[in-house]
């Protein structure tokens, strides 16, 4: 399953969120294309790919759709989760409402400042010095690693991570590591939706998109 | 143009800048392909639609190429941004490197809080009170608005932003607002990218991709 489709079960599942929390009991792939402004043959072809979920006509039972995507992408177990670097964006990630709910728990960030080491964020987790990372990541079964530090400090916190044993990376530093087989790193690039947005600016902007004689009231 | 195809042509941007930054005066789309694991029939769709950049056997001149993707995602020009909200994501984005290169200039933050107010981003970015934002924006052109506010408070701030004019909007917060036709507002949710990870971490778990019998060395 390619990293497309992972993201598109998110979506879905996020739609199935906001229904479950209107009280929708049922949907159909038509209704949830047109509520969300997504494609519907898209949503049958990849919630396909899992087994019957929906009846012809019916729909999907939201509360069965939503538990079954749920287990395909592992929310249905806790996976702990640390952050590299407790500046500011570590500090809002920390606290992050996606990344403290179902699935996920942030277990604690780590920098190198003794300033900060021994504090902890806003909403309580702790911060640690590097040294207390395999420790951490052991009594905690940490699988997931976050890295919130400047460029030229990732390669070197990625390999701790490794070393460490964590085998799957998000990336928010504006350089691409070297990751050995078997670890999976995203690399979270920010500029990518504000360019989508210049691109909109842009082309509303063209005058190529103008009308190109005078509008008659 | 889908957003997709936008989302794209930034990935192609970023591996632009990589080659000429090693000093690679030329590329074919089998050797971009190649090195940043790319698909090479996707990049001559995506580019062909822009008129003949490349020729046939000898590839794309890589700083013509980097320069016409640029004027088409509208990075030719510098668009203004503002920041709502100055908690450590506001901090964090103000100061982002990619939010302050090539195409975009943070000009301000913006809070309620008065003990922020009148103080500045790590690197030097103003803060200021909602009052200024009708000012702020109309001095200095501003285009762009990044919400990072908590999610009770995403649709007063967005409707402050269009209200003073604002048509493209970067929503950070884990709510998505309602805009009137004519802007555009992309919601960034982080949790995807973790749940890619968790479905990479829990598809590598699941005992059918072990094989079935004992490994022959």
């Given at each position: 399953m390619s990293e497309l489709t992972t993201k598109r079960l998110s979506l879905y599942l996020r739609c199935l969120e906001d229904l479950a929390a209107l009280g929708v009991d049922k949907v159909s792939s038509r209704e949830m294309a047109e509520r969300f402004q997504l494609n519907s043959s898209q949503i049958r072809k990849d919630l396909a790919c899992?087994?019957?979920?929906g009846v012809r006509g019916?729909?999907?039972?939201?509360?069965?759709?939503?538990?079954?995507?749920?287990?395909?992408?592992?929310?249905?177990r806790t996976s702990g989760v640390v952050i590299m670097g407790a500046g500011n964006l570590g500090n809002a990630?920390?606290?992050?409402p996606g990344f403290n709910s179902r699935g996920f728990e942030i277990v604690a960030l780590f920098d190198s400042d003794p300033g900060k080491i021994g504090t902890t964020s806003k909403q309580g987790k702790p911060i640690h010095g590097l040294d207390e990372l395999d420790s951490v990541v052991d009594e905690a079964d940490v699988e997931l690693g976050i890295v919130a530090v400047p460029a030229?400090?990732?390669q070197g916190v990625v390999d701790?991570?490794?070393d460490a044993g964590v085998r799957a990376i998000l990336n928010f530093a504006p350089l691409r590591p070297v990751?050995?087989?078997g670890t999976?790193?995203?690399?979270?690039d920010l500029k990518v939706e504000l360019e989508s947005l210049s691109f909109f600016l842009s082309s509303s902007r063209d005058p190529a998109d103008e009308p190109e004689g005078p509008v008659l009231a």
């Open positions: 899992f087994g019957e979920f019916v729909g999907y039972e939201v509360s069965q759709l939503r538990r079954e995507i749920e287990t395909i992408l592992g929310l249905d990630l920390a606290d992050y030229e400090a990732v701790r991570l490794v990751v050995p087989d999976r790193c995203i690399n979270v």
